[in-house]
């Protein structure tokens, strides 16, 4: 049987090529296209020492040239971008999974608030896919075009997402308090505020108020709750190189221990292979998740004041990115869903 | 005139150091005894080669063998050591500051709870000042013994405080969620969550719900508000050595844009010299703050959710224990509050 | 067929924990033994938690009671622990694979000298194979014991080998610097000098004239040489986590261009699955190799005066340990070589 | 009496800045013009938000708009731009302190071969002074023009001299491996290999056997040592930002002990207020020297090889740059040498 032929446009982006290396591992696959903005003409080998030899070298992304070289497109490109390619690839009868947040809200009129853009193929908001697999992963099964979640959200989702269904939480309240390694920003973001003698031995916030995850986690948090969530976002930049951890304040609206907290997320998610759910003992770690697709989460209840405070931690490029890209490919496709992960952790 | 002979028990450890190091040049200061419990008989110099050649050698602390060797003594002593040794020194006409946690909380019957001892002298605990300087420096002035502030507590009650005195937070429901560098846990706690391989690239939070410092905020910041006040105080450790950042979430009373809040800001610590306030293009950064007893802070109002989020940088090393410290004696005995104190922050 | 039974002594180091993740994939490998000092009774998860759950809790290493568990021994002890237990393993008819450091030197002399102690085996240090898969894979295979090479001789050997064989160089005159991450130290060695604000944003020389890899690199320097060969080696400890880089200086004997250097390292690896060469565009990362058992090397010849410059970056847990045991195992049982080896890099 | 005016042309960037600070705090200078490209009409403190308010704002380096404007003119500039206003500036009867290396070597025909360019005002260069104050302070004394040496010779010239000069080595031999922060890129230095997640956990070698440090440290070397001095200079790029670590290998020409050797460092150096010669049982690290213009340095001999190995910690922009420009400006106006000048390291 013939192996399904895959794009990758971005692939020399630190998702793209985290991407294409699993991809190059996976059975049903074949890479068929690999695109690059500032790399035409080289092997991901030239880009990256580490990555092993392969045939193809990179090219300028144009999707009429290159719509019928794959089956599947996965679009790891700046935002705005993949609006105005999608439209062609789904015409052309292939899939979409997008990185990007293209097609991440609901609503067209929320690109020019938060993006500063105006959507140009706002028809297709309302059939794209937006989920994590461990929260929908029905809606994922069969889509022709899905946008993969962002770093934060994910870190944020999957340990709320249990009290949202059941109401245990004060909705409008929610603190979500995040540290993310640097390489969320990027390969390509090369400015003084990662240059390393600036961004080492340094935190901050950015974005207070103001970051363009906040209406995605409310979107499907609300969603999720079925009514409107609130969230005050606030992501922090931390000197380290991959990792995300999320602390999550919210008020419980009725009485909960610690450990009927933990067991509800031991409910949610003991059949997930790539949700580890932490008990009273211990706390997440995002060392324990670098490489891999795994999310540590736990909870705890602050008596006192009757609050809920959730842990995750994730590899922003793993879990957060490239790996869930995987995840949700081999959804979508009806493969395995653990098909060609890295179920490993690089440890210490 | 003669110079006031200063002790410094605990003189090895990094908080100790480094007031051992400020103390040198100041010029109404004659350091005249040195204790330490793991290099009796060293010189500061072996233990630590950046430091200038010094003719005292480390003691052994025995309060009454050192009791008439100076005029204050500064305790950098392990928790629940100080409390055995101030009523002598305080009897011997002594004044002292402690830099541990024994004379921090107002009643005896916080130290069961949250540190797992009686206390030696509850007696003291009325007579004893906590405070930082900015907040109440009157209370200082003159006193007999002092107890500086925890790193963490600093970073938090210095933004809360002028919007605690003027109510405009919900008292009951602030979120302090702190990022501290690891030599927050001293030179002594050689431990396996701080051995290199583990701590670096890692963030993780620790004693969620539970941290010591949790009383102490909420004790400072109700005689501040002048009512009770509840705080969720998360602490988490980030692959830096030096510095703590700390993001505080409180739901308005009323209504406040940003400009607002940081002219509140502004007016509560536009004369203050370590104090600086951030307006609404900047963001703090600890590493704006390393080395020296500054503190960064500004405030933003997440208009959506009508709550207000202050953020704090310091060097906890320095504003955060060493050269507060050295602020706390100058204001005690009276010398201009700014002597001695590194004003310098080491940039990059 | 059955698979082998494999035991691993000391499997709660960062070696050993590395190793059992791998083999734990391994397609001919059952893991039926786990040994540790100090986490008797544990599961691997439980001190790891980022491994997977595993039926075996940890033992006590008792010799006697455990030489029927397993068919093949891999051990990763303190050094002088090893030749107490090796004698009775290979009288039961097993194979042994030892990390540590005592079957790697051929002369019973070596041991007082460089490690303080008595050989307790010395009789097996002539049948004691002690290579590197990539030198001389023949002697591996078949072999009853084979003592790991360190890490930093790995990183030494494979530059070096090329030009030792046809004495392009002056062996008595070569020098190696190197550069280590901290997760060398082990993961017992929880010490001031890797605490982390101690280690972190400092670099040292340490162990200089006296390291115990010196006699191992001249060793088989020598052997493949055919030649007394005098190495100065030097190294330090740089603040990150994984990786080795090392830095050879040596005298050429004749003409030899940059190109040509790089061409004769070509040579040598160009079918070796884990030996990466660079050419003269491009220079080693450690990064390029984190998680993997690759090591990338290139030649540089200072023309000015007549200088070979060769420098190699590894994976100290990696090439330097754990997969390059696992290489081992394939090798001395026959298997595919790279069986059960990450060929992946977490990069960044 | 009226202080002295310095202007400072390239103020924004990290020497510049640290300059800046240090100068604020010098009784006899006036601070009287600011020069940056990059950050025209701004004021220190919106460059760096840890400097104090200052009167002037920053203006573009035009030399003859600026020459009336100070009596001393320190320039951090690029590289290639002094050689164009030092001219004019000296026939004004100014000063000059460069910190780049447009005056720091003899022959114009070394520019071309190492910088590229033709040197603008070679009559100068015969006039212009290099030099470590420690090594030749008389030569800065008086002097119109002074070349700062750069980070890296002072790290290898200053343990090197003592040996150079009794001729202890061989000359042509000497091998320096040195190992930097990524401070010493600059902040103007925005690029790929300094993007945090790149730099960070990596370590590199980097302009192998071609550095423009080379030139510059062979000059010094022969000049000191009265006969050609031949050096392979390699440098490396480590995850920290400030500091250089140089290891220094020569054969001895003699017979010498480790505990001479370092005698004969003790000699040379026992009046020096900035170096620190450590003994038989300490190494340097460049942590004991982070914001200080101390030097750090030791000796070890092996042996087995009779060869020097010299080993030496400083702070790249402290002795390495800013620091050690202030000492030379204090030796150039018969200043007390150490005015001004931050003796204090920030540790951890």
């Not at 409310?218 to 992501?235: L, N």
Request: net charge negative; with cysteine; proline share 6%.
């Amino acid at each position: 049987m013939s192996r399904v032929r895959v794009a990758i446009a971005g692939a020399t982006g630190y998702g793209g090529s985290n991407l294409f290396r699993m991809l190059l591992g996976h059975p049903e696959v074949e890479i068929s296209y690999l695109g690059s903005q500032s790399y035409v003409g080289k092997r991901m080998q030239e880009v990256y020492p580490h990555l092993p030899e392969f045939d193809l070298a990179c090219e300028a992304w144009d999707v009429d040239a290159v719509r019928d070289r794959a089956d599947v497109f996965i679009l790891a490109l700046p935002h705005g971008l993949s609006m105005h390619s999608v439209p062609a690839l789904l015409e052309s009868g292939k899939r979409v999974i997008d990185f990007g947040a293209d097609y991440r809200l609901r609503g067209p009129a929320a690109y020019p608030r938060w993006y500063g853009i105006e959507h140009a193929s706002p028809e297709l908001l309302e059939e794209a896919v937006y989920t994590i697999p461990e929260l929908d992963r029905e809606r994922i099964a069969g889509a022709r075009l899905v946008a993969c979640p962002g770093c934060y959200p994910t870190s944020a989702l999957i340990p709320l997402a249990p009290f949202l269904r059941t109401h245990a939480i004060d909705t409008r309240r929610i603190i979500v308090d995040s540290k993310s390694g640097v390489s969320g920003a990027g390969r390509a973001a090369v400015k003084l505020e990662y240059h390393f003698p600036e961004a080492n031995e340094d935190v901050c916030a950015y974005a207070v108020t103001e970051h363009r995850h906040t209406p995605e986690i409310e979107q499907e948090a609300s969603r999720i709750a079925g009514t409107e969530v609130c969230i005050s976002f606030t992501p922090h930049l931390i000197p380290m190189t991959r990792g995300i951890f999320t602390s999550i304040y919210a008020d419980l609206t009725g009485s909960l221990a610690t450990d009927q907290a933990v067991e509800i997320l031991r409910d949610a998610y003991d059949q997930e292979p790539f949700v580890k759910v932490l008990g009273a003992n211990a706390l997440p770690h995002t060392k324990s998740t670098v490489g891999s697709n795994f999310i540590h989460v736990t909870a705890r209840v602050d008596g006192r004041v009757n609050r809920l405070i959730l842990l995750s931690a994730l590899d922003n490029l793993g879990k957060g990115e490239a790996s869930q890209a995987v995840q949700i490919l081999n959804v979508m496709m009806g493969w395995p869903e653990t098909t060609a992960i890295d179920h490993i952790t690089v440890y210490p």
